[in-house]
């Protein structure tokens, strides 16, 4: 299983981007998807995480009513709309999912490339 994220760019601050991360591979079913930021100097964390089922999404609380988490499940691809953008937001966004290779039973939990997205002030 492999993902890729895409939609990172440079906005300025108040501005909007939308991430996405599509998931590929063959006989796979992912439970939990996030995303994660790193900023410079600064450890990974927690952005936003989404069920299979889309029910239960978790924010951080910075981000908590500026951004949103969604999935289609059809397409096993998941995105991020971010609103209202402001220069602490900027940092390499990393797209995460954890599930199970159905055919051989085996747990997995990888992660996307990152896409840089930088917010000017």
């Known amino acids: 299983v492999q993902l890729v994220e895409s939609g990172g760019g440079l906005v300025q601050a108040g501005g909007s981007l939308r991430l996405s991360c599509a998931a590929s591979g063959s006989a796979f079913s992912i439970n939990v998807m996030g995303w994660y930021r790193q900023a410079p100097g600064k450890q990974r964390e927690l952005v936003a995480r989404i069920n299979s089922g889309g029910g239960s999404t978790n924010y951080a609380d910075s ?17 991020l709309q971010m609103t209202s953008l402001k220069p602490e937001d900027t940092g390499v966004y990393y797209c995460n999912a954890q599930g199970i290779h159905i055919h051989t039973a085996r747990l997995f939990d990888i992660w996307g490339q990152g896409t840089q997205v930088t917010v000017s002030s």
Not at 67 to 74: G, L, V, Y
């Open 63 to 79: 981000v908590k009513g500026r951004f949103t988490a969604s999935r289609d499940n059809a397409k096993n691809t998941m995105y």
